[in-house]
Each structure stands twice: as C-alpha cells, then as structure tokens.
C-alpha cells in the first residue's frame, strides 16, 4: 500500500496538485502537517523534484523541528537538502551570504529585545525625546509595526503629515535605524525587512533564490504580515509553484501583525490559483464540531468550509443560559457555572458565546 492511500480525498489531491499556485485551507484537526510532509515526498518520489529546490516555512522552531522529523522519516536519504525553516531563520541564513550587499558585514549581530531596550534608551537621549510622554515601549512597538508593513522612516515621516507625536516617533524610528547600523545590528524584524529589500534591489540574488527555491510551501498562511507576504511573493515569483496552507478562522495574531487579508486574497493575487478544503475533522466528535460551526459561522469575510468528523457523535450537548454569559453551548457534565472542562470561544456578554467541551 502507498503511503498516498492512507490520506482521504481531498488530502490527496493537495499532495499530487504540485504546479502552480494553491491555497490549502485547512480546518482545525484536518491533518495540515500531514499534507505538507506527503506532498513534499510527493515532489521527491513521484515527481523528481531536486529536494535542494524544496523550501518549507513554519511559524514556530518547535512546529519546524517536527516538520523535519516528519520529513526526514519520510524521504530519508536527500532529505538534509530541504529547507524546513522558519521565516526569521531562512531570513538568517540568506543575510549571512550577502547582507554585504546593502552596507552591512556579513557578521552582524542580532538584537534581542534587551539590547532593542539599551538601544532605545540611547536614542532617546539623543533626539531629546521626553520618555514619561513617549514610552520606550511604545517606540518600539511602533517601529516594530511600521516594520511589519514594510514602513521604513522616509515613509513613515510622510505618512505622519503635521501630527506632532507621529513626528517624534519618525524621528525616533530614524536614529533607532542609523544606530543599529552604526552597530553593524539587525533586530529581529529588520531579519525579515532586510531580506526584503536585498531582494528588491539585487537581482542576481533574487534570481539565485528564485532558482533554488523552486517548490514553496508556507503553514500557518493567515498568521503572515505584509513583509513575509512580499518575501514570499518575491521568491515564488518565477515559477509560482507557492502552496500555501491556512485557516482563516484561525488567524489570531492581528496583534502580532497578521494581516487576515494575506489568505483572503490570494486568489486575487495570484489568479490562476487552486483551492482545496481539508474539512475532515480527526480529533473532535461531532457534537464538538456542530457547536464549533455554529460560533464561527458568525465570523465576517471568513472563507466558507464546515467542519466534519468521522468520529461519532460523542457526549451530547446541552443548552443552558448563564445571566452573565447570555447563551452557552455546554457539556452534559457543565453545571450552570463553568466546570473547568469547557472552553469559551466567543467574548462574554456576545449573544454568539459558546463553550465547547474541550478534547482530552
């Protein structure tokens, strides 16, 4: 038997659709990871893709070590080749051969967020900012967003028009970046920044990567911001066989700056795009599933899928009413207050509040 014939339907046309633009969307426990280390032996084995012209981005380190696992059990022999990365590493390994390029050494360092603090103290100090009216925090967080946005100072200092205080953080955003590369630094969205704009302005590197990077599958697509979208869209942008997978009802990360719009649009962005719902449900039981829905069918602009398991029912559900909660979908075993055992999905006080019975 195949290893391709243990996936269900859908999960197998993801693996074998491998030219082109696709977008996965993947319900909660629909066995994302699975699709995307089958669809990579699919390349190898099936396809004669080079594993050197494979690149695979996660989120976490942690999600990345387990693709690697995975991968590696998988395809054996070649399977080093690979690269299973997260952005921020890739961005690393790709600025450590040719940062040189835009006026940096090639060892420079990376700046956590003490040194971010250090330094923006100094700056402070500099610019004469007033850090009980503008707090270091607040610069950072500001700078570190403009970044996300791809945001660099001149435009910054545009888009502040005559607002007194954005002018100030212009004018700390700018020394803050003079610093860092006085110091020969990066912080860690420059890591994603820099990348960018080596790509933008070096073709023959572009070119390089473009080469190299010939099949690229991003996970966890609707948790991305505007500068890994652009990363992204720049290293798929010659042979566009980009798979990106997401759950656009799990994207919770606006404050990290996600932007919702990145999974939403990509059929606008790239045209000739397939899509592919994994609905299949492999951890919950029905009952679960059906109050699931019921609460995220509520969200707006969201991708339509339902959720569905070949689980069984499970535990029945009850309806209860809860004076501060308004309406609540709970487990037989869930006494008017919570149990402990149940799980809000929805604000309290939203008339849409459901509290589900979580999985052990």
């Not at 020394?175 to 860690?188: R, S, V």
């Not at 996600?258 to 990509?266: E, G, K, V």
Request: glycine share 6%.
């Amino acid at each position: 038997m195949s290893i391709y014939d243990k996936l269900n339907e859908p999960q197998r046309e993801a693996v074998y659709h491998t030219d082109g633009p696709l977008l996965i969307l993947a319900g909660a426990g629909s066995g994302k990871t699975r699709v995307l280390t089958h669809r990579i032996a699919y390349l190898i084995e099936e396809r004669n893709v080079n594993p050197w012209n494979i690149l695979a981005i996660t989120f976490t380190n942690k999600a990345a070590g387990e693709m690697r696992e995975r991968v590696d059990s998988l395809v054996g022999f070649g399977s080093e080749s690979i690269w299973v990365s997260t952005f921020h590493s890739m961005c690393v390994r790709i600025l450590r051969r040719f940062i040189d390029r835009l006026g940096y050494d090639n060892r420079f360092t990376i700046y956590d967020t003490d040194d971010q603090k250090t330094l923006m103290k100094e700056v402070c100090k500099k610019v004469a900012i007033d850090t009980k009216v503008f707090k270091e925090r607040s610069l950072m967080s500001a700078i570190s967003s403009a970044k996300n946005e791809l945001i660099l100072p001149d435009e910054f200092e545009l888009n502040a028009g005559g607002d007194f205080a954005k002018l100030k953080i212009a004018k700390v955003y700018r020394e803050y970046e003079a610093q860092l590369k006085a110091n020969n630094a990066l912080d860690f969205d420059d890591l994603l920044v820099k990348t960018v704009q080596l790509l933008q302005t070096q073709p023959d590197v572009l070119e390089n990567y473009q080469e190299r990077f010939r099949y690229i599958m991003v996970d966890e697509y609707q948790d991305t911001n505007t500068v890994q979208f652009q990363l992204v869209r720049l290293l798929a942008g010659k042979y566009r066989n980009l798979c990106v997978v997401g759950d656009d009802d799990q994207s919770i990360y606006k404050f990290r700056g996600a932007n919702i719009r990145n999974i939403l649009d990509f059929e606008h962005e790239f045209s000739d795009a397939c899509v592919i719902k994994l609905e299949q449900n492999y951890r919950s039981t029905g009952n679960i599933l059906n109050a699931a829905n019921r609460v995220i069918a509520n969200n707006k602009g969201r991708k339509e899928k339902t959720l569905w398991t070949a689980n069984g029912e499970g535990a029945l559900q009850n309806e209860c009413t809860v004076p501060s909660f308004g309406r609540k979908i709970c487990c037989d075993e869930c006494p008017v207050q919570d149990c402990g055992r149940c799980q809000l999905l929805c604000p309290p006080g939203d008339q849409g509040s459901a509290c589900v019975f979580k999985d052990d």
